[in-house]
Each structure stands twice: as structure tokens, then as C-alpha cells.
């Protein structure tokens, strides 16, 4: 079993002061030299104590020794060799000093002066000490005796705590106790100061041996110290490379790439680090080779060993100039890092380009900075400034070397974040504007819509629109074009181009989604000639409301199946004919019609909207109709609830487009039809029923063109037409719709006719007097339809 070896704590006379002065512990040694109880010095200024009535300045750094005069309790004056250490806080105290005087008077234990006189050790070249069994110093050697900055009478008998005060050797105590009680060596790692002096840290391979008698009997440890500064700096800054390879540049974002740049560094090389980038769009939109002074930087990230970034320090995304003779600037005109310090006497020139500044690096104690420029493939992005304060020592070149090749790593993912998120500003720039930014007021519906570029991947080739067709119909159409990009983008406002042409001709959703095929098939082959990536594919979903027979026709090619909301009802998918996504070929689309009474809600989206890591399909759309349910009146309000509860916080992995859509009826009366004879000479009565009409509606302003507009349809359908022919009157508060249609599927021409022509003039002067005009297929037919707008035929 192991012996357990009891401490004599009246062996050190040793006390414990706060920083304000106050005694707070006092052991049995320091009674027997001084005589005073505990009871009657603790809790009490440890100024009484002193012949002169005072404490010594606080010294600056973690210790300090020397003689002072001290009031022992019989009132003789008794001169003192005390050592006092800085203490951090730990174990639930604050800050404190640990002040300790060996007692020369004691006769140290287990470890006499014949047994050390073999000792050859003592005159090795490395750090040697002797402790006795009750850890104790015996001996030490003259590398000992510098390392701690003491002479070996001044600390005989001292335990290593109180030589050193730090936590580390209260590591190297328990680690003697632990060679004393199995008889077995140690060897330890540790950092530490040189010879007190607070602004020298080194590393030491402490090597700890037991002592024996001739018996074998355990006489003490003999501690043996080699430097390994060196090999622990170059393992260390191994270990912050590794580390910065792996910590920066995990986003392509430029502010996250920057923290942790800055997160790196700090504590293992610098107590305080700021990085300010250059704003390109202050250098027509591209970062600068050579920079020259004055020049302002943006605040970008910060780190302290500080419990929060000082008050002091700028926030990030400040803006701030920074003349000549700043750090900042300096380093970057020279395009060299910089090291500064108290030491070497070149940091004074740093404090007067700003007062406040100045007054921070006097209230923190800065007293060594390094300014690092942040450059990559030959331009300027910025500065990395590395400042210490807690740390004692001053940068070196090694750590220069270091901080140049984290900081050169960090600028080469600074930079590619930069160029990811302006190619990204501009795909997004190029998506939006080729997005409708409002959504027309039209009779048949009102529509609300959201679009949100995917958080990583960027823009994608999402889209949406709102269309008004002939008659008062209305389209509706949601597509997505596979891959992200200016590319996916560019193909998106093709595509969306091509829908609108033609909706114009007002084709049925079937054949509109197989003309848009014919188009993805083509620019495929036109991208697959160049150096573009892979095909072109999208999916679409294309939709036709008329509010007259509130009936609705879809179809989609690949896309996702819509969800409607009847009033008084539950959100439904519409099911719809599964047509193959765009670029495909050769396979037929089909559509389907839908009844939906006046206030239904139609909600067209794209796959990113419900589809997410670890997340299925079904559960998806099972969130959107829950969040449709809570539709309360507000299409914007809505919108934003369905974001909400479907996306995740970070942001959606796909870039998003929703459509959301309220039916409108178009009440009968606000609708008029006549079937049409096949002859000519009754083009007259039709006229009169159609003033008639217009006086019932109270539109007698637009009757004289409605009139003529009338009877040039008529009687091109009478002429041209085949029976039966149908005259429909259709109005709102701002449009007159006129549509004539009959059996034959032969569209009429627009012609100008010469001077000497009989005919030729009629569809152009339909053209001039209306809005717009036009024709479109039936299964039975056609129709010709004219627009008059009521505002300007009131005026």
C-alpha cells in the first residue's frame, strides 16, 4: 500500500492577502515568527503588520520578494525575506496573494547533508532540485536557481506551491506526492515563467525520481527540469494550422469565414484579434492589388480572451478610415506584416492616430500588436490586427510565420466566399428581375406570391406568374428549371418569356406545356454545343381560371400537384393527369378541369417548399394544408405562415416560389349571349340589342364603339364563319369584352387595305378602336374577341 505523507504546515510561515488588503488566512508558521494568533490578524488590514505602517506598492506581474520590517507581538521589530505570487482566481475565491517566508530555524526532514553529498546531479547541466519527504527543497542547482530567479538560500525549504503559486505546481506537488508514495519516476509537461520574469513563458519536461537510501528506503524526490520550449512552440503551431484547416472556410459566407479566422487565433496566439475587410464596392466592384493611405476598412469580425468583446472595440459592420500610421494602413501600403511592442520601444507612433484608441491600449495593458495584410491571388482583401495584453510576451517572427500562413489560408476562403456571394448577388439581381414584381389586378382571382433563394445553393430557376387572358380569364403558371445559378436563372426568364407568348395565343394547358417542351429540348441541344454543364430540365405546372364558369384547367408536366381550399372545406390536392418534366419529348400531357367556387384559395409551389433533409414528401404537404387551413382572409398573411411552418431556421436547402390565388365569380348578370342567324340583313336588330344591354349595364359611353365593334365581328362571322355563330357581352368596372365565335377553325388576318380596295379594313379598324383584340381556339371552333376599356371610353 501507499504511505501517505502529512504536510508540516507550520514548516513556511505563509498568509494570504486580497487585493484589498485584508489578511484572510494565517497558518501556524507564520505564528511562530511573528507570534500573532490567527483570531487576532485575520480579516484585518495586513498593514498593521508592518513597521512602517504601510504595504509595499502592488508590483506589476504574478510575483515579487524582498526584506521588509515586520511587528512581532512582543513589539520587537523583526527584518523578514518574504516572496508574494499573484494568485488568479479559482476554487471560489477571487484574486488574491500568497506571501510565504521559509523558517531557517526548522531542520529540514528525511534528506540529511551526507546523503546529498553524492548527489552529482546537483551539478547537472539541466534544472535539478532535491525535495525531502516532506516536499520540501533541499537543494537546488545554478540552471534551478535561474529558472526560478531566486538563490538557493533565499527558497531552502520552501514547497514548490510556494515557490510558485500557480496551478502548476500544485500539478508538480501532486505528482511528487504521487513519486513518494509508489517509489515509481514521473514525468510531466509544463509552461511556466523564467526566473519571475512575466514576460519570458516556457515549456519544461519535468522528470520526477524518487531518492533512495541504502535500505531503499524513499528519502525524497529529485525533480529535474529540461527546456522543450522549441518542440512545444513547433507542436503547437502544428496544432493551429491543423486547426485553421479545418475551422475556416466552412460556409462560403464572408463574415462567418472572417470570425473564425479571428476565433483561430485567439487564445493560442493572440489575446485580442480584429479583421477589417476592404469594401470592393468602393474599387468598382473588384478588391485592389496595392492600397495606399488614408483607406477605410469595414469592421468585419473580432475575438477577445475577454468575457465579451470589450465596449470599447468598433462593432462589426462599422465602417472606419484609417490614416497613415495606423496599424491598419501601415501593413497594408507595405504589404508586410508589422510586429509593434512596448519592449521594443516602435509601438509609440500607433497611439496618437486616435485618442480613444490610444486610452484602450493603455486601460487593457496592450503591449505587442501585429498586423497581418489579408491577401489573396494577387489582391488586397484586408487586415488581420493581433494584439496581447494578457499574455506577458511579445510576438516574435515565428509567430509572424504562423500568423501569415493561417491568415493566408483564411484569405483564399475570404475570397471565394467573396466571389460566391457577388455571383450570387447577381443571380439573385437577374432572378428578381425577371420575376413579376407585382401581380396584375385582374376579375377572376387575386394572387399573392413569395419567392426565397435557397440558403447555400444560392438562386435556383424557380418562377411564378399571373396572367390575363381573353375573356376574363386568367392564367396561372409555377415552374422550376433544374440546377442553380446565373444559368438556371437565365433559362428561367427564357422559359417564363415563352409561357407568356404562348398564353398569348391562348392555347389549352396541354398544349402550351408541349410547346414549352419543345423549347427545353431545344435550348438542351443548344447548351449541350458549348461549354455550359449538363441538359436543360425543368418541371411546370400550368393553370387557366375563367371566372364566368368558375371552372378551372390544369395541367403539369413533373411538377408538383396544387392544393385547394373551397370555402367551408379542408385543403385538397387536385389530382391531375402526372405528366413527364420538360425536355423529356415524344410523351403526351394531359389536363383536367376542376370546379371552384368563388372564394377558393389555389396554392401552386415548387418542390422546395416541402421537400428537406429529414423530412419526407408527405409530411411536407401535410404542413402546408395545415398551414392553408389557418387561412383567415389575408393571401399575405398566409404566405408568410406557410414559410414559416414549413422552412427551416437556417433557411430553405432549394430555392422556393408559392403562389397563392383567391377565385372571383363573375355574377350573370354582368354577362350577355345571343345566338347569332347566318344572315346578314339581321346585323341591325343584334346592334339594337346590344345598345339595349349597354343601357341595362349603364355603359351608354362605350356605345358607339361597342356598336361598330359589334357589327365588324358579326358580319365577318356571318361572312367567313360557319353556323352556329354567338355574340357574348362581358364587363367589370373597368373593361367591355365583345366576343363573337362560330364552328370554323380558320383565324381571320389583320390586312391593310389600298386606297382602291373594297375590303380589308375591318379588323383594322377593330385594332383602333379597342384595347386589345384578338382569337383563340375552342373545341367547337373559334372566337374573336375585343377589348374596350370603359375608363377611356367614359372619357
Known amino acids: 500500500m501507499s504511505r501517505v505523507y502529512p504536510f508540516d504546515d507550520a514548516a513556511t510561515a505563509r498568509a494570504v492577502i486580497d487585493d ?26 495586513a498593514a498593521r503588520l508592518l513597521a512602517g505602517g504601510r504595504l509595499p506598492e502592488a508590483p506589476f506581474g504574478t510575483r515579487w520578494n524582498g526584506t521588509v520590517e515586520l511587528r512581532h507581538r512582543d513589539g520587537r521589530t523583526v527584518p523578514v525575506w518574504l516572496l508574494a505570487h499573484r494568485r488568479p482566481p479559482g476554487d471560489g475565491r477571487g484574486a488574491d496573494w500568497l506571501v510565504v517566508s521559509p523558517l531557517t530555524g526548522d531542520q529540514p526532514h528525511g534528506l540529511d547533508d551526507d546523503g546529498l553529498a553524492g548527489a552529482s546531479l546537483i551539478q547537472a547541466p539541466c534544472a535539478v532540485a532535491l525535495y525531502d519527504d516532506q516536499l520540501r527543497l533541499r537543494r537546488i542547482n545554478q540552471s534551478m536557481a535561474e529558472f526560478i530567479g531566486l538563490p538557493e538560500e533565499r527558497v531552502r525549504g520552501l514547497r514548490i506551491t510556494e515557490l510558485g503559486g500557480q496551478r502548476t505546481a500544485e500539478d508538480l506537488e501532486r505528482g511528487m506526492l504521487q513519486v513518494l508514495s509508489s517509489g515509481l519516476p514521473l514525468d510531466m509537461e509544463h509552461t511556466g515563467n523564467v526566473g519571475g520574469d512575466n514576460r519570458r513563458i516556457a515549456a519544461w519536461l519535468t522528470r520526477m525520481a524518487p531518492v533512495f537510501d541504502v535500505r531503499g528506503r524513499v528519502l525524497g524526490v529529485c525533480l529535474a527540469a529540461h527546456d522543450v520550449t522549441d518542440n512545444h512552440r513547433a507542436r503547437q503551431r502544428l496544432q493551429l494550422v491543423n486547426e485553421a484547416s479545418a475551422r475556416i472556410g466552412t460556409t462560403l459566407d464572408v463574415t462567418r469565414t472572417a470570425q473564425e479566422l479571428a476565433d483561430v487565433c485567439v487564445p493560442v496566439l493572440a489575446d485580442f484579434v480584429t479583421i477589417d475587410l476592404l469594401d470592393p464596392r468602393e474599387y468598382d466592384g473588384e478588391p485592389p492589388a496595392r492600397v495606399s493611405a488614408p483607406l477605410r476598412l469595414r469592421r468585419t469580425a473580432h475575438q477577445s480572451v475577454l468575457d465579451g468583446v470589450p465596449e470599447a472595440v468598433i462593432p462589426p459592420g462599422r465602417a472606419e478610415a484609417y490614416p497613415d500610421s495606423s496599424p491598419q494602413a501601415d501593413a497594408l501600403t507595405a504589404g508586410r506584416t508589422i510586429i509593434t511592442s512596448v519592449a521594443a520601444g516602435n509601438m509609440a507612433a500607433w497611439h496618437g492616430w486616435h485618442p480613444g484608441r490610444d486610452q484602450v491600449v493603455h486601460r487593457f495593458g496592450i503591449h505587442s500588436t501585429m498586423s497581418v495584410p489579408i491577401r489573396a491571388r494577387g489582391l488586397t482583401l484586408g487586415v488581420a490586427v493581433l494584439t496581447r495584453h494578457r499574455r506577458p510576451d511579445s510576438f516574435t517572427t515565428d509567430d509572424a510565420l504562423l500568423a501569415e500562413e493561417i491568415t493566408t489560408r483564411a484569405a483564399v476562403c475570404i475570397d471565394n466566399a467573396r466571389r460566391y456571394s457577388r455571383e450570387r448577388e447577381t443571380a439573385l439581381a437577374l432572378q428578381r428581375s425577371l420575376l413579376p414584381r407585382t401581380m396584375p389586378r385582374t376579375a377572376a382571382l387575386q394572387a399573392r406570391s413569395r419567392y426565397l433563394p435557397a440558403a447555400r445553393a444560392g438562386v435556383g430557376g424557380d418562377w411564378f406568374d399571373v396572367i390575363p387572358l381573353s375573356g376574363m380569364r386568367v392564367a396561372m403558371v409555377v415552374g422550376d428549371v433544374v440546377g442553380h445559378g446565373i444559368q438556371a436563372s437565365a433559362t428561367m426568364g427564357r422559359l417564363r418569356t415563352a409561357v407568356g407568348t404562348l398564353a398569348d ?52 408536366a413533373g411538377h408538383p400537384q396544387p392544393l385547394v381550399l373551397r370555402p367551408g372545406g379542408e385543403p385538397q390536392e387536385l389530382e391531375l393527369p402526372s405528366g413527364p418534366p420538360l425536355g423529356l419529348g415524344g410523351l403526351p400531357f394531359e389536363s383536367a ?122 358580319t365577318n362571322a356571318i361572312r367567313y364563319g360557319s353556323r352556329p355563330i354567338r355574340l357574348r357581352l362581358i364587363h367589370d368596372a373597368a373593361t367591355l369584352i365583345v366576343e363573337v365565335s362560330d364552328t370554323s377553325h380558320t383565324a381571320p388576318h389583320l390586312r391593310r387595305a389600298k386606297t382602291f380596295d373594297e375590303g380589308g379594313r375591318g379588323l383594322l379598324l377593330v385594332a383602333q378602336l379597342t384595347q386589345r383584340w384578338g382569337s383563340r381556339h375552342t373545341p367547337e371552333g373559334k372566337t374573336i374577341w375585343a377589348e374596350l376599356a370603359l375608363t377611356e371610353a367614359a372619357q
Do not use: M
Request: hydrophobic share 40%; aromatic share 4%.
Open 20 to 45: 484589498d488588503g485584508t489578511l484572510v488566512e494565517w497558518n501556524e508558521g507564520a505564528r511562530r515568527l511573528l507570534g500573532h494568533p490567527p483570531e487576532s490578524v485575520v480579516g484585518r488590514p
Open 505 to 556: 395565343l391562348d392555347l389549352a394547358p396541354d398544349e402550351l406545356l408541349t410547346h414549352l417542351d419543345d423549347l427545353v429540348i431545344r435550348l438542351s441541344e443548344q447548351y449541350s454545343g458549348d461549354d455550359s454543364p449538363g441538359e436543360v430540365g425543368a418541371t411546370c405546372l400550368y393553370a387557366v381560371y375563367d371566372p364566368v364558369s368558375r371552372r378551372c384547367t390544369l395541367a403539369r
Open 593 to 714: 378541369e376542376a370546379e371552384l367556387p368563388e372564394g377558393t384559395v389555389l396554392a401552386l409551389y415548387t418542390d422546395g417548399l416541402v421537400k428537406s433533409r429529414g423530412r419526407d414528401l408527405d409530411v411536407g404537404r401535410r404542413l402546408l394544408g395545415e398551414a392553408l387551413q389557418a387561412y383567415a382572409g389575408s393571401l399575405d398573411e398566409t404566405c408568410d405562415l406557410v414559410l414559416r411552418k414549413l422552412l427551416p431556421a437556417g433557411g430553405a436547402t432549394d430555392d422556393v416560389a408559392l403562389l397563392l390565388a383567391r377565385t372571383r365569380g363573375l355574377p350573370s348578370s354582368q354577362v350577355a349571349t345571343w345566338d347569332i342567324p347566318a344572315d346578314p340583313a339581321l346585323v341591325a336588330p343584334v346592334r339594337k340589342q346590344v345598345l339595349d344591354q349597354l343601357d341595362r349595364w349603364s355603359l351608354s359611353e362605350a356605345a358607339f364603339t361597342a356598336e361598330l365593334v359589334v357589327s365588324e365581328l358579326v
